[in-house]
Each structure stands twice: as structure tokens, then as C-alpha cells.
């Protein structure tokens, strides 16, 4: 399966139901792992595309002649939405929040391990602005791209536990890490240490 990059590179098209399937064939990635809402969790459908779409969440469909056909960005977009309402945002908060953003933006919201914390009772207003300010993500889509930061030191009363991966291989792990939610979040924080080891030169006996 070509990745999500690759099919806007190619400026990738479906009708309805090619988006439909390929929403759905990609959406285990992208939603939170643990428990959550049901209903944001069964399979995209037609009907609930459009209704998307008339709630001004996704952008308005492609014409080609008399067909409506869905882009890579239409893609990305509904998988934002998926995304974001299965971690407890309402659709009346979203908006259209997904539309605003740039290809690349809405490719590091899915990539780039980006995790809300759903509100229980704000303000319609200050949810919203805030929700669009947490998401004011860099342009450069793939996060493994630029140098890992340096990691802050630790406050002095958390302690750190060992786990051997392999022979030969430890991870440290602190006491106050939260597995990430998603596939997705994972793989962007396993990538840029698999590509450390991967640069790392065996010692000769």
C-alpha cells in the first residue's frame, strides 16, 4: 500500500467509493488504540462522506464532467476528521478545521504523532481557537526528516527502568512515558531510532 506522501506526489483520484475503501483500508492506523467512542469506529461510508462534506468539513468533491471525484487531500482530510473525533472532538468543534490546512499540515497531524486530549465542557470559541492553535504544525510532512531535538533532562525524582530489547540492546524507559495512542504515533517515534541503530557501525572483535 503506497503511502499517504506518495499518493499526493501522484496526485492520486477515486470516485466515492474508491475513497471509501481506501478510508477504510488505511483508518486502523490512524485511530487511537485503546478505548474509545463505538461509533467513530465503524467503517467510513458514502453517506457519511457527503455528510462530511455538507458540514463543511471536507473540501467540496472534484468535478469531471457529471462525476464527483475525491483527491489524496480529501483523503487526508477525512482521516483528520476520523482521527480527531474518535479522540473525543465533536463535529460542531471541529468545523472546518481540516480544510484550512495544507496537504502537509494535515500529513503531520496523521504522521507526525500529534495527540489531543478531548475537553469535556468548554466554550464553543475558546475550544475552537484553541484546538487550531495546538494544531499549527510545521510544513515539513515527514517528521524523521529533521534532526532529532535534544532531549530535556529530567526532573531529578523520576527514575528511569531498563528493558533488554536483544542481547546487546537496552531501552531506557522513564517512569512518567505514555505509550503513544495510534500506530501511526508509534512509528514516529520508533523511525528516527531505528534509523540511529541503523548508522551505528558494529564494534570488530
Known amino acids: ?6 499518493l499526493l506526489q501522484r496526485g492520486a483520484e477515486w470516485d466515492l467509493a474508491g475513497l471509501v475503501r481506501e478510508a477504510n483500508a488505511r483508518l486502523p492506523r490512524y ?7 463505538q461509533r467513530v469506529r465503524e467503517a467510513v461510508t458514502a453517506r457519511l462522506v457527503r455528510h462530511y462534506t455538507g458540514l463543511g468539513m471536507l473540501d467540496e468533491p472534484l468535478r469531471v464532467g457529471r462525476e464527483a471525484r475525491y483527491s489524496a487531500r480529501h483523503l487526508l482530510q477525512l482521516l483528520v476528521v476520523r ?3 474518535a479522540e473525543g472532538h465533536g463535529a460542531s468543534a471541529l468545523g472546518d478545521l481540516a480544510r484550512r490546512k495544507s496537504d502537509a499540515e494535515l500529513l ?4 507526525g504523532g500529534v495527540a489531543l486530549t478531548a475537553k469535556e465542557t ?9 484546538l487550531r492553535q495546538q494544531y499549527r504544525m510545521p510544513t515539513a510532512p515527514i517528521p524523521s526528516a529533521a534532526p532529532l531535538p535534544v532531549e530535556a533532562a529530567p526532573p531529578a525524582e523520576l527514575r528511569w527502568r531498563r528493558f533488554e530489547i536483544v542481547p546487546g540492546l537496552e531501552l531506557p524507559v522513564r517512569e512518567d512515558f505514555r505509550l ?3 500506530p501511526s504515533e508509534l512509528d514516529a517515534v520508533l523511525r528516527p531510532r531505528r534509523e540511529r541503530l541503523e548508522t551505528q557501525k558494529p564494534r570488530r572483535r
Do not use: N, V
Not at 1 to 6: G, K
Not at 31 to 37: K, N, V
Not at 122 to 130: D, F, G, K, Q, V
Open 1 to 6: 500500500m503506497d503511502s499517504l506522501e506518495t
Open 31 to 37: 485511530l487511537p488504540q485503546e478505548f474509545g467512542s
Open 83 to 85: 482521527r480527531l473525533m
Open 108 to 111: 503531520a497531524m496523521l504522521e
Open 122 to 130: 468548554p466554550s464553543a470559541l475558546s475550544y475552537l481557537t484553541e
Open 180 to 182: 503513544p495512542k495510534t
